[in-house]
């Protein structure tokens, strides 16, 4: 199994970026995906999840600025993410759990500074 983000950046705030996951090694379209984030000496918290089905949830933190979505074709979860604020500062890290084991991307940054 491969998770591999990508995607983040510096933004000003008020900004939009998109995260891309590309997974392989396994049946993407039968296995829900999520988008973690952790910011410096905090730890890390679940930002959004899509079900093998399409269904979305998503932390209180990014309701209604953020957007997750995959491809099933492109075994690819995406994470639209707008109206971004300083404290949204983190690296985002995409997320599998397949036959009982956890699996993580690599990260990626996401910095919002003016």
């Known amino acids: 199994v491969q998770l591999q983000a990508s995607g983040g950046g510096l933004v000003q705030p008020g900004g939009s970026l998109r995260l891309s996951c590309a997974a392989s090694?396994?049946?993407?379209?039968?296995?829900?995906m999520k988008w973690y984030r952790q910011a410096p000496g905090k730890q890390r918290e679940l930002v959004a999840t899509?079900?093998?089905?399409?269904?979305?949830n998503y932390g209180d933190a990014v309701k209604g600025r953020f957007t997750i979505s995959r491809d099933n074709a492109r075994n690819t979860v995406y994470l639209q993410m707008n109206s971004l604020k300083p404290e949204d500062t983190a690296v985002y890290y995409c997320?599998?759990?397949?036959?009982?084991?956890?699996?993580w991307g690599q990260g990626t940054q996401v910095t919002v500074s003016s």
């Open positions: 997320n599998a759990n397949i036959m009982l084991r956890t699996y």
């Open positions: 090694g396994f049946t993407f379209s039968n296995y829900a």
């Open positions: 899509i079900t093998s089905g399409g269904s979305t």
